[in-house]
Nanobody
Framework: VQLQASGGGLVQAGGSLRLSCAAS????????MGWFRQAPGKEREFVAH????????SYADSVKGRFTISRDNAKNTVYLRMNSLKPEDTAVYYC????????????????????WGQGTQVTVSS
């Protein structure tokens, strides 16, 4: 599967962005999807996860209440709505796909996702 992330950019603190991740090459609706991010000099960290049908979501504590993950299986796209952005949200954001269900306690493990997009830069200025 190919994943194409977009929607990043430069925004002031307190602002909003919506990231998109378009999937192609396989039946998207069968994939569990996640968003991760990586800031300079830091390890890749989990942001959010959504189940196949979209009924189950998980978030990192650092973004809970500010970010919302959603998906449109008809459009083969997963979204990450980011509100109340903070400078510490600055990172390259990656979408990822997993063909098998992941236990809620393990949705933050990058190794469980088989496919990755190229990343989109989000920069939040103070």
């Amino acid at each position: 599967v190919q994943l194409q992330a977009s929607g990043g950019g430069l925004v002031q603190a307190g602002g909003s962005l919506r990231l998109s991740c378009a999937a192609s090459g396989r039946t998207f609706r069968f994939d569990y999807m996640g968003w991760f991010r990586q800031a300079p000099g830091k390890e890749r960290e989990f942001v959010a996860h959504i189940s196949r049908g979209g009924s189950s979501t998980s978030y990192a504590d650092s973004v809970k209440g500010r970010f919302t993950i959603s998906r449109d299986n008809a459009k083969n796209t997963v979204y990450l709505r980011m509100n109340s952005l903070k400078p510490e949200d600055t990172a390259v954001y990656y979408c990822a796909a997993a063909p098998r269900a992941i236990m809620t306690s393990r949705v933050g493990e990058p190794s469980l996702y088989n496919y990755w997009g190229q990343g989109t830069q989000v920069t939040v200025s103070s």
